[in-house]
C-alpha cells in the first residue's frame, strides 16, 4: 500500500499504516475486520505485506472469533475495528478473556470523538474495563507500532486478548515511523486440545473467573514498570496525567509541566499515579470522552482535577486544553464569515439517488442504516426518517409495522446496503419471515462497502487482496429464507422503482426490492468509455426546478434578473434555469424523466448545446 | 532556516488534496523536520469541504494546528479560502486557486457564491495569492495535475530544496504523467516567484 518513503529508516505512516506495520513486525499471521472509519486502512496496508492471511469478515463479531481461533491455533492474531464494531463484537471479547489465548490476540478498536464519520461517540476504554482486559493506547505513529507489538508479547505473557485504542487524531495523523526488526513468536502453531480453558461451559468458566482475577493482578504489577507508562518531570505546581492525542495536547500547551503519559490504561499504575500525585500541588487529567482515567484515579481516594474542567464530549485539540485549564479563550485573529456550506452529498451518478427519489415521491416512512445512503437523509432528497446501527432499519420497519398494524401497511419501507446486509441485516430479515411480517425490504446493492472507501464484501465477488471468490447471490439468499417475492431494478431507472416500490409496499407479505447498479466510484466505473453525459437544452427549460428535487450535485440553478430572463427569451417572471456541469455529470441518466419539458436529453441528442 | 510552520491546505474532496499533503510531509521529512498530518476520512469526503493540517518543526507534538496560527495556506478552491479564516495568522499567506466549484446550497439555488472571496481576503491585510492552477496545469499538458501546480506555488514559502519536491514528486507520479508534474510543479513555483512569494533557501 501506499506509504510516503524516504531515503532512511524513517518513514512517515499514519496510525493506521503504522498499525500495519507494527502487526507485520509482531509475526501476525492471520487478521480480520469490517470496514469502519477510521479504523479501515489497518488491514487494507496489512493485506499488502507478504506472509500474513487479511480477510474483510461480515462483520466484527465475526472477524473477532476468527481472529480468536487464530489465536487458540497458536499464530499472533490481529482484528481492527470501530468503536461501534467493538459492540458487535462484545460477546466474544468476553469470553475471549475467560478463555484466554495461544498465539497473542490484539483487538485494535478505534474511536471518533466528534463523530465526523459515525453515529455515535463511545469510550472504548470502557470495554477494557468491562472485560477485563488490559488496553494500550497510543499517540503516534510511532507509538502505535511500538505499543501493538508490545500488546502481543503482554497476550502470550498473561495469556489474555488485548485491547489497543485509537482514536481518529492517531489513526488518521501521519508521523515519523522508524522501521524495525520482524519478531519471530515463541509459540508454536498447531492443535492442541485445551477444555477446562477453551469451553467455556459453567464448571470450566468458573475456574477461568477467578483466573482471570489472578491475572488482573499481576498485570497491575507489570504495568507499574511497563516502559509505555512514564512520567516526564517538570514544573510541579501542576502535574497532567493523561493519555493518547490528548497528551499532545498538553505537551503542545503546557510544555514544561509535569506529565504522567498512560501508554497503558487499563489496568492502571496505581503505585505509579500515588507517587506522582503526591510530588505535584495540583493534578489535573486530561482525557478525550468519559472521565475514565479520572474515575479509577479518584476511586483510590487521590483528588484531581478533570471533567470539571476538560469537557467530555467531543474532540480535544490545543486550544480546548488551553482554554479549559487556564480560562485563556483561543480564538484566531480573524471572525469566521458566512458563507454557504458545503454539506457531503452523493456522487454525481450515485445509483442511490434514483431509487431514493423514488421513494421520496411516495411520502412514506424509510427506516434506514449505515452507509453513504444515509446521506438520502439531507434535502432535497429528505428520504431516511431512522439510522440507529448497522443491520437495524429492517428491525425497526417490522416493529412499527407490528405496531400500527393495517395502519401501518404500505407506508413504511426499510432500506439497507449490500454490504450492511450482510453484516446484520440478513437477522433481521429472517425474523420478518419467521414472524408473519409484511415488511418491505429494499436492498441497495452497488457491489462494493462505498462509504469506507470500496472494500469488497460478500457478494462482491473478490477478496481483499483481490483473489475471485463465490459473489453471494442476495436474490437467492432472500428467497432461500423464505421471502416470497423478490424483485431487482435498475435504480436509475426512477418510474420503474416507482412503480415496484408501489406493488410491493400494498403486498400484506414480506417482499425483497433489490437495486441493482455499480458504486460510480468503483475503478472499472470509472473508466468506462461510453459515457453519455447530459445537458439542458437552454431554451426549453422553464426554471420550473423539478430536477433540482433530485440533489445531484452536476445540476446547477443559474439565477437570472427580470432583464437576463428577457434577454434570454424568457417569460420576464421566470427566475432562472437549470444547467448540467459536463465535468460533474456522470452520465446516469436520472435527471432526464424529471423534466416534463424535455429540456434535459443527452448530449448529442439536443437541438442547441448550452454550457 | 525556519524553525517550525504550520501549513494548512483546503478545499473540496477529490481535488487531490491528499496526495499534495503526503508529498509536501515527505519533502519536510526529507528537509531534517519532525512532521505531522492530520485530516479526516470518511463520509466528511463525499463532495464535502475537506481540510489537511501539516505541521513541521524539530519536534511537533499537536497534529492539529490551533486558530489564528496557520502560516501559510493553499485553497485548492476559491470559496474554501473564506472558510477556515480563523486558523489564519495575521499577516499570513494565502494561496488561493481561482476555480469555482459549487457547493449544493449554491447549485440548487438555495444559497448565492460570495463574489469578492479575494477581496474580502485582502481586507484583513493576508497576503493573498491568486492563482488559476487548473489553466496553468493544462499548459503543462496534465489538467489533472492542478494540485502539483498549487504544490509549486506552495514550495515557494517553504523552506525545504526544490530538489526534493521534485524528487518525491518523481516517486509518487507514475512514469506516464511524470515530466507533466515536474511542468506543472515548475509554472506553480515560478507564477509564486513572479507573484511577490520570495524563495528561501
Known amino acids: ?133 488490559p488496553m494500550v493506547e497510543p499517540s503516534d505513529s510511532a507509538e502505535a507500532k511500538d505499543l501493538l507489538k508490545a500488546a502481543y508479547r503482554i497476550s502470550e505473557e498473561f495469556d489474555t486478548p488485548v485491547l489497543l485504542r485509537t482514536s481518529t487524531r492517531v489513526s488518521h495523523v501521519k508521523g515519523v515511523v522508524t522501521k524495525g526488526k520482524a519478531e519471530k513468536p515463541a509459540v508454536k502453531p498447531g492443535i492442541e486440545k485445551m477444555p477446562e480453558k477453551f469451553v ?51 505537551k503542545e500547551v503546557f510544555p514544561k509541566a509535569s506529565v504522567l503519559k498512560l501508554g497503558m490504561v487499563w489496568p492502571l499504575p496505581e503505585r505509579m499515579i500515588r507517587s506522582f500525585t503526591e510530588k505535584v500541588d495540583e493534578v489535573v487529567i486530561v482525557e478525550e470522552l468519559d472521565p475514565f482515567l479520572e474515575l479509577h484515579i479518584r476511586a483510590m481516594g487521590i483528588s484531581c482535577r478533570g471533567k470539571d474542567l476538560v469537557p467530555a464530549i467531543g474532540e480535544l485539540n490545543p486550544a480546548i486544553v488551553r482554554q ?42 424509510v427506516t434506514g442504516d449505515i452507509g453513504c445512503y444515509t446521506l438520502a437523509a439531507l434535502k432535497p432528497l429528505s428520504a431516511m426518517d431512522t439510522c440507529v446501527c448497522m443491520g437495524a432499519g429492517i428491525g425497526n420497519a417490522h416493529g412499527m409495522a407490528k405496531a400500527l398494524g393495517n395502519d401501518g401497511l404500505g407506508k413504511i419501507v426499510a432500506v439497507i446496503g449490500d454490504s450492511t446486509f450482510f453484516h446484520s441485516g440478513i437477522t433481521g430479515l429472517i425474523d420478518i ?67 415496484v416500490l408501489k406493488e410491493e409496499l400494498q403486498r400484506a407479505e414480506p417482499s425483497v426490492i ?51 430572463a428577457k434577454q434570454r427569451g424568457y417569460k420576464p417572471k421566470q427566475k432562472g434555469f437549470s444547467r448540467i456541469n459536463a465535468v460533474l455529470c456522470d452520465g446516469c441518466g436520472q435527471c432526464a424523466p424529471l423534466c416534463k419539458f424535455r429540456a434535459i436529453v443527452a448530449s448529442g441528442e439536443e437541438d442547441e448545446e448550452i454550457r | 532556516m525556519k524553525k517550525s ?47 489537511s493540517h501539516i505541521r513541521y518543526g524539530k519536534k511537533v507534538y499537536s497534529p492539529l494546528i490551533e486558530p489564528g496560527t496557520a502560516d501559510t495556506t493553499v485553497s485548492f478552491e476559491l470559496l474554501e479560502a473564506l472558510r477556515y479564516l480563523p486558523f489564519y495568522r495575521k499577516g499570513g499567506t494565502v494561496i488561493v486557486n ?47 495535475a492542478a494540485n502539483i501546480v498549487l504544490l509549486g506555488a506552495l514550495s515557494a514559502f517553504l523552506p525545504a530544496d526544490e530538489r526534493l519536491f521534485i524528487e518525491t514528486i518523481e516517486g509518487r507520479v507514475p512514469e506516464k504523467f511524470r515530466q507533466a508534474n515536474i511542468d506543472a510543479f515548475r509554472r506553480g513555483r515560478e507564477s509564486s516567484i513572479t507573484n511577490g512569494g520570495e524563495v528561501r533557501p
Open chain 1, 324 to 365: 479549559s485549564i487556564t480560562g485563556e479563550k483561543a480564538e484566531g485573529v480573524f471572525e469566521p464569515v458566512q458563507i454557504p456550506m458545503r454539506p457531503p452529498n452523493l456522487c454525481p451518478g450515485c445509483p442511490h439517488r434514483g431509487i431514493f427519489y423514488a421513494i421520496s415521491k411516495l411520502g412514506v416512512f
Open chain 1, 1 to 133: 500500500m501506499k506509504t510516503s518513503k524516504t531515503d532512511t529508516d524513517k518513514i512517515l505512516l499514519s496510525g493506521n499504516e503504522a498499525l500495519a506495520l507494527g502487526a507485520f513486525e509482531a509475526g501476525v499471521k492471520v487478521a480480520a475486520a469490517y470496514p469502519g472509519t477510521p479504523s479501515t486502512e489497518i488491514l487494507e496496508n496489512l493485506s499488502g505485506y507478504e506472509g500474513v492471511y487479511t480477510e474483510w469478515a461480515p462483520n466484527e463479531k465475526v472477524a473477532l472469533e476468527v481472529a480468536l481461533g487464530a489465536a487458540f491455533a497458536g499464530v499472533r492474531a490481529l482484528a481492527t475495528m470501530k468503536h461501534v464494531g467493538l459492540n458487535v463484537a462484545a460477546d466474544p471479547l468476553f469470553t475471549s478473556a475467560y478463555t484466554g489465548v495461544r498465539g497473542g490476540l490484539v483487538i485494535v478498536v478505534a474511536d471518533d470523538p466528534d463523530m465526523h464519520s459515525s453515529q455515535n461517540e463511545q469510550d472504548s476504554r470502557n470495554y477494557a474495563f468491562a472485560a477485563k482486559v
Open chain 2, 5 to 51: 510552520g504550520n501549513i494548512l491546505l483546503c478545499g473540496v474532496g477529490g481535488q487531490g488534496i491528499l496526495l499534495a499533503s503526503e508529498v509536501l510531509s515527505s519533502v519536510l521529512l526529507k528537509a531534517g523536520y519532525d512532521v505531522k498530518q492530520s485530516e479526516v476520512h470518511g463520509m466528511a469526503q463525499r463532495g464535502g469541504s475537506v481540510v
Open chain 2, 98 to 144: 481561482t476555480q469555482k466549484i459549487l457547493p449544493s446550497p449554491v447549485a440548487s439555488g438555495m444559497a448565492s457564491y460570495p463574489e469578492d472571496v479575494l477581496e474580502q481576503l485582502a481586507g484583513r491585510g493576508l497576503s493573498v495569492l491568486p492563482i488559476d492552477a487548473f489553466g496553468i496545469a493544462a499548459e503543462a499538458g496534465e489538467k489533472r
Open chain 1, 200 to 250: 467455556m461451559l459453567p464448571a470450566n468458566a468458573r475456574k477461568r473467573r477467578v483466573e482471570i482475577a489472578l491475572r488482573m493482578e499481576r498485570l497491575k504489577e507489570f504495568c507499574e514498570t511497563f516502559t509505555g507508562n512514564r512520567i516526564e518531570w517538570g514544573d510541579r505546581e501542576r502535574g497532567f496525567i493523561t493519555s493518547g492525542a490528548s497528551y499532545l495536547y498538553v
Open chain 1, 433 to 499: 419471515v419467521f414472524n408473519r411480517g409484511n415488511s418491505t425490504v429494499v436492498i441497495l446493492d452497488n457491489r462494493t462497502t462505498g462509504m469506507t472507501g470500496h472494500q469488497p464484501h460478500p457478494a462482491s465477488g473478490v477478496t481483499i487482496t483481490g483473489d475471485p471468490t463465490v459473489a453471494i447471490d442476495i436474490e437467492g439468499l432472500c428467497r432461500a429464507v423464505g421471502v416470497k417475492h423478490v424483485r431487482t431494478v435498475n435504480p436509475h431507472d426512477t418510474e420503474e422503482c416507482g412503480k
Open chain 1, 514 to 564: 433489490i437495486t441493482k447498479a455499480p458504486c460510480v466510484l468503483l475503478p472499472e466505473m470509472k473508466r468506462r468509455k461510453d459515457k453519455k453525459l447530459y445537458v439542458v437544452v437552454s431554451e426549453k427549460c422553464t426554471g420550473c426546478r423539478s430536477c433540482l428535487r433530485l440533489g445531484c450535485p452536476a445540476i446547477e440553478w443559474a439565477p437570472l434578473t427580470e432583464e437576463e
